[in-house]
């Protein structure tokens, strides 16, 4: 123990600093920001040092997310075609945007990066979401949901996600969460709107937030 932090929680907390130290070296915004808010992840539930906002978890890696996506836009960035691209030297970064026709069945992986993606189909059953040291938003006010029910499966660790959802779908969360938040925005009622659309949210997030917003 030190003070009152666990070794373990000591030792992770050392090697988030050094990656967001390394990561600000090469201007990797996402890995600079992520293991700051897993930093301060730590501190709030594990111990007395800040004060404890359990409940707001969400929002410390919501900011972060904010913060890595506005960096990499203020920084060195370009934009060619859906893909943004800015270059430091013999360093390149990339910045996608997603939007194509998709199937039944969508599958995003992020790895310290960024990417928004448009959701566009007209069987919506399933989408699977996985980021580490990243962050994605999604909009699925593209989608239609031809039966009662779909799922959108979250997997993150140090990862950010921002989520549009469509008025008429009902979210129900069963994400498994360690040192982990989600916020629903405006969630409507069940049968508040017509044709209501029952969509499960599953998952694990380990030092994560998910920030979902009705449109």
Not at 58 to 69: F, K, M, P, Q, T
Not at 76 to 102: A, F, L, N, T
Not at 124 to 138: C, D, E, P, S
Not at 153 to 179: M, Q, T
Request: with cysteine.
């Amino acid at each position: 123990m030190v003070g009152d932090l666990n070794i373990g929680w000591v030792v992770l907390s050392a090697l988030l600093g050094g990656l967001a130290l390394g990561c600000l070296l090469d201007l990797q915004w996402f890995g600079v920001f992520l293991p700051l808010a897993g930093i301060a992840t730590i501190l709030n539930t594990q111990t007395s040092y800040l004060p404890q906002i359990d409940g707001h978890i969400g929002a410390i890696w919501i900011v972060a997310s904010l913060l890595s996506i506005g960096f990499t836009i203020l920084f060195h960035r370009s934009w060619h075609g859906h893909i943004g691209v800015w270059s430091d030297g013999d360093h390149h970064h990339y910045d996608k945007v997603i939007d194509q026709p998709d199937d039944g069945d969508v599958f995003v992986k992020v790895n310290m990066g960024s990417t928004i993606k448009y959701v566009n189909t007209d069987d919506f059953r399933r989408a699977v979401l996985k980021a580490n040291l990243g962050g994605i938003t999604a909009y699925f006010d593209g989608a239609n949901i031809k039966g009662d029910k779909a799922e959108i499966i979250v997997d993150g660790s140090l990862a950010g996600f921002e989520l549009y959802i469509p008025r008429n779908w009902d979210i129900v969360d069963n994400i498994k969460r360690n040192a982990a938040g989600v916020d629903i925005k405006n969630h409507r009622p069940r049968g508040d709107a017509k044709n209501v659309k029952t969509v499960t949210l599953s998952g694990k997030i380990d030092l994560s937030g998910v920030d979902i917003k009705y449109i």
